[in-house]
């Protein structure tokens, strides 16, 4: 299913989520939600974190000023507060402390996420990419990542009744702390093997017990979400001369068993014996708050920082697309209880529409702009 998705264009993992609403009980029911696929799915989601990490630049995000951590920062708080009102304006509140809270709080947090694949590959297409506006939603989709990944780490502890805010951060101003000083001896200790035994098993091998580990030490030390070890683990090896060998070697598990069976699960998961038409009305809102968010969110701080109107607009699309990363805070969400698997729904609508509607804004924007980007990044505000 992922593959015939490729061949008729669209992302592949709406392809491998439609395999598992086909096979699940949604559908023909050969497939029931099971310890096995959800046991197999968290090695799925740790290595597409891990991946991603490895995919990324700090050296990008070092430089990318701070016009780039605005725009996410704009992108992330906006699309958090307006999930968590649509949900409480759906459901009602009942207090601060209320799972109803906890559980609008998670929706928003959903929303913070950006995947920004789709919209690189359309900029390459239309020649735009290396442009400033290209170069600025790069840029602001790492960040963006980061930031996405620390507010679920945040939101995710409020399950437990006996966490506070004020241990929450300190237990996550700990863990960066601990991926600071142990991240720069690890880097060291690659980048010497890196040097001795270049495009080696061992990197590979090495690379993904410490990212095993990292996710392990994540949640049993810090109580932060394993996913965010697993992209930390990435992030650390992601200057390495042979970062790219690392990530394509493990690529090939994560390509041929594990994200698929992590993105099939979401559609064994999904449950629509309770969706009614309250959930239907939910999703559509959901879908509309969730693009409109990000537009805007991203749009009008892009708009502050002396971008033009066009530019900005073009920003903001760039960065409304959702893809994996929704999934996975999706699929925490169900694991720790914050969320319901009737809502999954909502979730795949937006990243479908999302995955469509971008590129093809993205191409009309630009073909009706009357003053194109110009062809320098800026290095920083």
């Not at 390495?240 to 041929?256: H, V």
């Amino acid at each position: 299913m992922g593959l015939l998705a490729r061949r008729l264009n669209v992302p592949q993992v709406a392809g491998e989520i439609l395999a598992g609403l086909l096979i699940g009980p949604c559908m023909l029911g050969f497939v029931q939600p099971s310890e096995f696929i959800t046991q197999m799915a968290g090695l799925g989601v740790i290595l597409l974190m891990f991946n991603a990490g490895l995919d990324s630049n700090i050296e990008e995000i070092r430089r990318s000023g701070l016009v780039s951590f605005l725009i996410a920062m704009s992108g992330v708080l906006l699309p958090l507060a307006a999930g968590t009102g649509l949900y409480l304006f759906f459901y009602g509140f009942e207090g601060l402390q209320s799972d109803t809270f906890y559980h609008a709080l998670f929706m928003g947090c959903i929303l913070t996420a950006t995947s920004v694949s789709i919209t690189v590959q359309a900029l390459r297409e239309l020649g735009h990419l290396k442009t400033k506006v290209g170069t600025t939603i790069l840029s602001a989709a790492i960040i963006d990542d980061i930031l996405g990944i620390l507010v679920l780490t945040i939101v995710s502890t409020f399950k437990d009744p006996s966490a506070s805010i004020s241990m929450v951060l300190v237990k996550t101003g700990g863990f960066f702390l601990f991926c600071l000083v142990s991240g720069y001896l690890i880097y060291l200790f690659f980048k010497d093997m890196s040097r001795h035994h270049p495009r080696t098993r061992r990197l590979t091998v090495i690379g993904l017990s410490y990212c095993l580990l990292m996710s392990f030490i994540a949640e049993e030390w810090f109580g932060i979400a394993d996913i965010t070890g697993a992209y930390i683990a990435g992030l650390v090896l992601s200057n390495l001369k042979d970062a790219s060998y690392i990530e394509n070697r493990l690529d090939i598990n994560s390509y041929t068993i594990f994200a698929p069976v992590f993105f099939a699960s979401v559609g064994i998961s999904t449950d629509i014996s309770n969706f009614d038409l309250s959930i239907l009305w939910f999703s559509l809102a959901f879908l509309v708050v969730g693009l409109l968010s990000k537009v805007v969110g991203c749009g009008v701080m892009a708009r502050l920082c002396h971008f033009s109107s066009s530019d900005s607009l073009k920003i903001g699309v760039g960065m409304m697309n959702r893809g994996e990363v929704a999934l996975i805070v999706a699929q925490k969400g169900l694991a720790i209880g914050l969320m319901s698997a009737s809502y999954f729904p909502a979730v795949i609508l937006l990243i479908i529409v999302s995955a469509v509607v971008t590129p093809i804004t993205l191409k009309v924007l630009y073909e009706h702009a009357f003053h194109p980007s110009s062809a320098v990044p800026s290095a920083s505000m």
